[in-house]
């Protein structure tokens, strides 16, 4: 960028911090929050967006996990109309910034110092090639276990489980007492989510980095991972005959419905509990997968901006990059998407114990160094080695005459260099 550009910039973001009338623009922007819980979210984004005179124009493919909205922006950018933003993560960002389809808002990050308020951890996915070309909103913790206290009780299950000793002998309580104990919704990406989760708590973090996010062929045909599948293919016999292919949400429907006991999910989930006007601690408890009270799967959404033409459509989306990394939206938002601020330093009176606990677990485990990225949700590989993970992960769940030892070895030829792109 040239010097002039990067002054008109940095005079375009001192106007929005000032609060100069606005000129009105749209955004139209990607996501894929269509559950209750998320659509109060957004709610929340479009509201804020609106008060400027801007206007939100919904681009919203649904489908938990983003794949097909990832799927349709490819769609958008190749016919060379690419919203203003998407709900877009981790290496993906990378991906898009490369295509050279991304804008730059470092004017904007070193004028509201985004440095010095993100963890450096999320920062760094942020950027490209050291500039910034997304804002992230929020940190989901993904290794959660939710669990309807009523039904814990009338099953005589006297607290939540800690380990997978103790989670067993309460999904077995729980299905005496005529309930489902495992709501778990058959999708790719679901069967993904739980895979990750038993594979941090039966190795902890290091078998979790080594064999998912930097895929060594010893983890991935190791012992511990072993167990870890052996141990996904017992919790199957605990769900319902109606989970293959279920949404999400659904799934969490029957535990706040108190139809079922558990349900292993990231806090999103959280947003349809809330939503449905339950309270932690008292009608659903959140406790820590089992054997992962010491780590932390964190997911990041973030917003990437595309390159548009035509300066109203460009400081509309300077607002709302400038929107999205403000206080008061990281907090409204974050009480209702069941996530908590990425800001750091953020008074979190008004959040509840489940995302005090997140945020305490979030600071402890990025100083112990258990702090590692969600696979399952787009945090540490490639879209492309995600997508053949996912697609073997999950045809080990559905399938059971796939034996451990052939996913194992399907796993460990992840890591083959025409495989590796990094
Ligand atoms: C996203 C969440 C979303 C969830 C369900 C996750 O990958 O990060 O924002 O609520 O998928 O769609």
Request: proline share 5%.
């Amino acid at each position: 960028m040239t010097l002039a550009a990067v002054l008109q910039r940095a005079l375009a973001a001192i106007t929005l911090l000032v609060g100069a009338p606005a000129i009105a623009g749209e955004v139209e922007v990607l996501h894929y929050w269509t559950s209750g819980g998320e659509a109060k979210s957004v709610a929340e984004l479009k509201a804020s967006m609106a008060q400027r005179g801007h206007t939100w124009k919904d681009f919203t493919v649904p489908g938990g996990g983003g794949q097909n909205a990832m799927a349709v922006l490819r769609e958008r950018v190749l016919q060379g109309q690419p919203p203003a933003a998407a709900n877009i993560k981790g290496p993906a960002i990378q991906e898009w910034a490369a295509l050279n389809a991304l804008t730059s808002l470092d004017a904007m990050a070193s004028f509201d110092r985004w440095d010095d308020v993100l963890p450096k951890v999320v920062a760094d996915q942020m950027k490209h090639k050291g500039r910034y070309v997304a804002v992230p909103v929020n940190v989901h913790r993904v290794n959660w276990l939710w669990a309807n206290a009523a039904v814990l009780r009338k099953a005589g299950v006297a607290s939540a489980p800690r380990s997978f000793d103790e989670f067993f002998a309460a999904a077995d309580r729980i299905r005496a007492a005529g309930f489902i104990p495992v709501a778990h919704g058959g999708q790719d990406w679901q069967d993904f989510t739980l895979f990750e989760s038993i594979v941090l708590g039966v190795g902890g973090p290091a078998l979790y980095t080594r064999a998912l996010v930097n895929l060594e062929p010893a983890a991935l045909s190791g012992d511990a991972m072993r167990r870890s599948l052996e141990l996904m293919r017992r919790i199957k016999p605990y769900t319902d005959a109606a989970s293959p292919g279920r949404d999400w949400n659904l799934s969490t429907e029957l535990v706040i419905g108190g139809k079922a006991g558990f349900q292993f999910m990231g806090d999103w989930a959280k947003g349809e509990f809330i939503a449905a006007g339950q309270t932690p601690g008292k009608d659903f408890l959140c406790v820590p997968a089992p054997g992962t009270a010491e780590a932390y799967t964190y997911n990041v959404d973030s917003f990437a901006m595309f390159q548009l033409k035509g300066w109203e459509a460009q400081k509309a989306q300077g607002y709302l990059a400038y929107l999205l990394m403000g206080k008061d939206f990281q907090e409204r938002f974050n009480l209702r998407k069941g996530s908590i601020p990425v800001r750091l330093n953020m008074p979190l009176d008004r959040f509840d114990d489940c995302a005090k606990v997140s945020a305490r677990d979030f600071a402890a485990t990025s100083r112990s160094g258990a702090l590692v990225p969600s696979v399952a949700h787009g945090m540490a590989l490639t879209p492309a080695q995600q997508a053949s993970m996912r697609k073997l992960v999950s045809d080990f769940w559905n399938n059971d005459k796939l034996t451990v030892s052939e996913v194992q070895s399907q796993l460990t030829a992840l890591s083959a260099p025409s495989q590796k792109s990094h």
